[in-house]
């Protein structure tokens, strides 16, 4: 499997500087633009093999590559009011190549004992990632494991169990143990500015996170109706997190980077209901309430916090005559705790065309944030400071994909996660799972 992508980007930043009394500081608005683009191409090869032994017991098993390689180029420029003319900055202009692969082996059994379903599985993944600054001639790297000490660690088991009961009611219970990555906004060294009074920088020597999870959950169909409940408790070994602290140069200036912390826990309650209204019309709602408790190991001290939050989505489905279907997706997410505060509350809503053509091709026509309301950010408050900080990736947009499928692909040993259970994506998701 190859993917290509490709894309460009222009910001312009203005921050007005005032006197005591209003007056306007000289040489004020700063001038800043922020122009460049990146690429990159991936590649996934993947290979199963199933053993169905008899009616009830299945042994699988597989490898699986994926390596990515991404370019990017970004030229950032100051007014210069005596020239009257943009100058490059040449600290915060970079040129950059990242190299990332992911290699992972993977054995899964899974059979049926006194009327109880069972699959256990184990993986092993070893990971790859190198940066090169190339117009600096820096570069920034990580392999994991690292040597024979952790190689455990890179040892994800995974066990489930379920069991059906009468009225189409069935429970499950299932631990198991995962890795997320730092990408590479997270381990970049250098600035990536903000506005005059926040940088934000990565740190090169994040580790990946680990964690463990148990969850329990009881799935009825009542009619038209599907009612699925979970309760989840996750501990989390040395977790990416993100932090803020002054600069040593400036101490009116907030640098913001990411650290592995010491652990977290979360426990919560997932609920989600998928009923048909009526003929065609799908609604599907989920709410997740939970509590975090983390402790994080910030620059000079130990910073913990822990606290409730909670999310909610909804998705209305309608299929239309001649294979067409218009989904409509909402997002609601309120603050989550962070070692020093607390994220901003974020929501959003998509809206998507999909057309079918023959069972081959498949045309999705997608208007994101109608609105024009997603946007993400933080609340600091430390003992040396407060500040409220908000940013977001892209402003609304329309997006036509256009898929062609070859044949039929089960990737369902290999697939990603279809929500983290509290709301958290702190790094790379390629991680594979049973």
């Known amino acids: 499997n190859q993917n ?16 005591n009394g209003g007056i306007v500081a000289p040489f004020s608005p700063t001038k800043q633009k922020n122009i460049g683009g990146s690429g990159s191409d ?47 900055d040449s600290i915060l202009s970079n040129n ?14 899974s059979s049926k004992l006194l009327g109880i379903n069972y699959q256990s599985g184990l993986r092993f993944e070893q990971s790859y990632y190198k940066g090169d600054i190339t117009d600096k001639k820096q570069s920034f790297s990580y392999s994991y494991p690292t040597s024979a000490n952790n190689v455990l660690k890179s040892i994800f088991p995974a066990l489930y169990f379920s069991k059906k009961f009468v009225h189409n009611q069935e429970v499950q219970l299932n631990f198991s143990r995962k890795i ?6 997270q381990l970049m060294p250098f600035i990536m500015f903000a506005d005059k009074q926040n940088y934000r920088i990565g740190n090169p020597q994040l580790t990946p996170e680990f964690t463990n999870i148990a969850e329990a959950n009881y799935n009825i169909i009542y009619g038209k109706i599907n009612f699925l409940s979970s309760v989840y408790y996750k501990y989390t070994e040395s977790p990416i997190t993100n932090v803020s602290y002054p600069s040593a140069a400036d101490s009116l200036v907030l640098v913001n980077t ?38 994080s190991g910030t620059i ?41 505060g607390t994220t901003l509350k974020m929501y959003f809503a998509d809206v998507t065309l999909n057309k079918m053509i023959n069972k081959k091709w498949i045309l999705n026509l997608t208007l994101s944030d109608m609105f024009n ?62």
Do not use: C
Not at 96 to 109: K, P, T
Not at 180 to 185: A, G, I, L, V, W
Not at 309 to 329: C, E, H, I
């Open 180 to 185: 997320n990555r730092p990408n590479f906004f």
């Open 42 to 88: 991936m590649y996934t090869f993947q290979l199963d093999y199933v053993n169905p032994l008899n009616e009830n017991s299945k042994f699988e098993t597989g490898i699986r590559s994926y390596y990515k390689n991404t370019s990017n180029l970004s030229t950032t420029s100051n007014y210069n009011y005596s020239d009257q003319a943009y100058q490059k």
């Open 300 to 340: 000079g001290n130990n910073a913990s916090n822990s606290g409730y939050s909670w999310f909610g989505k909804a998705n209305l489905s309608y299929k239309f005559p001649k294979d067409f279907t218009l989904q409509l997706n909402g997002s609601y997410e309120a603050p989550k705790i962070i070692p020093q």
């Open 96 to 109: 950059y190549l990242i190299n990332e692969m992911v290699n992972a082996a993977y054995v899964n059994y």
């Open 373 to 434: 309301t997603k946007r993400m950010g933080s609340h600091y408050d430390t003992p040396y400071y407060m500040q409220d900080l908000s940013r977001r990736r892209e402003a609304r947009f329309v997006r036509l994909n256009v898929t062609y499928m070859f044949g039929k692909l089960d990737s369902s040993i290999f697939k990603r996660k279809g929500q983290k259970r509290d709301g958290q994506n702190t790094g790379n998701q390629d991680g594979l799972d049973f």
């Open 258 to 295: 990411f650290v592995n912390g010491k652990s977290s826990f979360t426990n919560g309650w997932d609920n989600t209901i998928k009923l048909t209204l009526f003929k065609n019309l799908d609604v599907v709602v989920n709410a997740n309430v939970f509590y975090t408790n983390i402790t």
């Open 4 to 19: 290509h992508s490709i894309s460009e980007f222009n910001n312009d930043f203005s921050t007005n500087s005032y006197l």
